[in-house]
Nanobody
């Protein structure tokens, strides 16, 4: 199983970005996927997850601004980020759990700054 991330970069406060996580080796429709982020000097934390049945959960810091979604046909998981704030600056990671195993994307930097 491999996860390859794309998207991210530098954006001004209030702007939007979309992160993508292309998964090979496991159908995303069958497993839970999540997006995490790790700010400098802080732990990696879960910010959004999507179950195999499509139910989604977004943590408080991003709820109402970020949306996790999934393209089952393309086997891609997305994170749409709107109304970005400087405190959203972090390295973002996608993760998939397949049985007892977990797999991570390579991480992508998101910087929110004017």
């Amino acid at each position: 199983v491999q996860l390859v991330q794309s998207g991210g970069g530098l954006v001004q406060p209030g702007g939007s970005l979309r992160l993508s996580c292309a998964v090979t080796g496991a159908p995303v429709s069958l497993y839970w996927q999540g997006w995490y982020r790790q700010a400098p000097g802080k732990e990696r934390v879960l910010i959004a997850g999507i179950r195999s049945d499509g139910q989604r959960n977004h943590e408080d810091p991003v709820r109402g601004r970020f949306t996790i979604s999934r393209d089952d046909g393309g086997n891609v998981v997305y994170l749409q980020m709107n109304k970005l704030k400087p405190e959203d600056t972090a390295v973002y990671y996608c993760r998939i759990v397949v049985g007892n195993l977990e797999y991570w994307g390579q991480g992508t930097q998101v910087t929110v700054s004017s």
